[in-house]
């Protein structure tokens, strides 16, 4: 992890180990394993700091984001993972009426060239 997040990001600062995490795989992991009350907290305190957030992203090129940045990207795709949970499921860190998500892990593919 880079230094201290920006200032202007302090509040997220309790939530950066838990969510700034760099895949898909690992925020559903995160999710899952978390609590209503753990996710309301993340959301509660992110969503306001979302534009914030993706503003600092959109200087760098895509896929380039770096630091703290990269973190805080990361922090904002976690509460687009979890905000459905939040707002739709009351704060249900699972799918409910689905099936168990963590019995269907895909496998990464290469394209090959033909």
Known sequence: ???MLPEEFAALEPFRRKWAL????ERAVERRKSSASE???FYDVTLPL?????KR???YPVGKVEGVDRELFFM???LVEIAPHVEFYRGNPLVP???QEDRMVGDQYKIRDS
């Open 22 to 25: 760099a895949t898909e795989y």
């Open 50 to 54: 979302v534009p914030a957030m993706l």
């Open 1 to 3: 992890m880079a230094d």
């Open 57 to 59: 992203a959109d200087t």
């Open 39 to 41: 996710l309301r907290a």
């Open 97 to 99: 009426f689905a099936f």
């Open 76 to 78: 904002a795709l976690s």
